[in-house]
């Protein structure tokens, strides 16, 4: 098609021309935006399992760290503590774990791979609030006389054993969730992937 009129023409490519930067424009604003929907390099990270050296944590002693955005505890019970999970459970409102909140090898008194160590999410199952540790017994806890060591919401008063199972008659529904892990050897823990499940 030839140009016989020379407005017709120059308005042509005006239009062409225009088109294209319009084009390009769009080009260039889309990929960012479609680039901002895809997730990032640290969203990808907060999901990934975690990797745990746990060879300092003494007995007694619990240590936190992040899972998916989650408070993840992890706490070397001692004997004593560990005796103290029989004491209670007949004031637990789910003494044998039988709701779903943990992994079937941690369905068991302890909650755990290894009696000794509880891994367990951070987070109160009544409103999401975050326990703090109560390791301290009887009255000295400022929970109560009977009191074997465990934590406690302070938000709404929700109970919960050194195995994470909650107290009857409180606000939580549920024991504390007990994320997937496994061990990579005696020290080394890691959260978010297990070979079971």
Known sequence: MSCDDKVDCGRRRLLVATAA????????????FVASMLPSERAKAAGAPVEV???K????????????GKPVWIINRTKEQLES??????KLADPKSDKNMQPAYAKNETRSIKPEILVAVGICTHLGCS????FKTGAESGIDADWQGGFFCPC?????????RVYKS????????????MYLGDARIVIGEDKKA
Do not use: C, Y
């Open 21 to 32: 930067a319009g084009g390009v424009a769009g080009v260039a604003v889309a990929v960012p």
């Open 53 to 55: 050296d746990i060879s």
């Open 57 to 68: 944590l003494a007995p007694g002693q619990m240590m936190t760290v992040e899972w998916r």
């Open 85 to 90: 999970l029989v004491k209670v459970a007949d």
């Open 131 to 134: 326990p703090s540790e109560k």
């Open 156 to 164: 709404h008063g929700s109970t919960f054993d050194l195995a994470g």
């Open 170 to 181: 409180k606000p939580a529904p549920d024991n504390l969730e007990i994320p997937p892990h």
